[in-house]
């Protein structure tokens, strides 16, 4: 239960977060820069919560290439003619998908059936926001 609620909080201060880093309209490179930079240490501290032992090199590994992923995304969606609050829940589906894969992973149940669930739910909230996206302003 610790776990989830865990997770939770981690998603749930993300969106937080990256919706204003969307909202103060910031060039393109520090939108990128600021969502990996804070992206880093919520991913850190939720990837190494699953077994909570010593912090080893894979889990920050993994933390550092889920920032890299959303850095990325949300350079691309600085972009996007879209509300800073879709942008920030694409991130945040983003995150969501390798976030979860990841922590099933950790725990060794990772299976192909998890992966399809993370994925659809993942892709279903991606294009939900792609139809709510506004191209002709």
């Known amino acids: 239960a610790a776990s989830t609620a865990n997770f939770i909080y981690t998603i749930f201060s993300l969106i937080l977060i990256v919706s204003i880093v969307f909202s103060l309209n910031l060039p393109f490179y520090w939108n990128g820069l600021i969502v990996a930079v804070v992206s880093f240490p919520l991913s850190l501290q939720s990837l190494w919560s699953i077994k909570m032992e010593k912090l080893d090199s894979q889990i920050v590994v993994y933390s550092f290439v889920i920032s890299l992923i959303l850095g990325e995304s949300a350079l691309a969606l600085s972009f996007w003619p879209q509300a800073a609050l879709l942008s920030s829940l694409y991130v945040n ?9 990841l922590s099933e992973y950790l725990r060794d149940r ?28």
């Open 93 to 101: 589906s983003i995150y969501y998908i390798f976030l979860g894969v």
């Open 110 to 137: 990772l299976r192909k059936k998890v992966i399809l669930e993370y994925s659809q739910i993942g892709a279903g909230l991606m294009l939900i926001i792609f139809f709510l996206t506004n191209f002709f302003n």
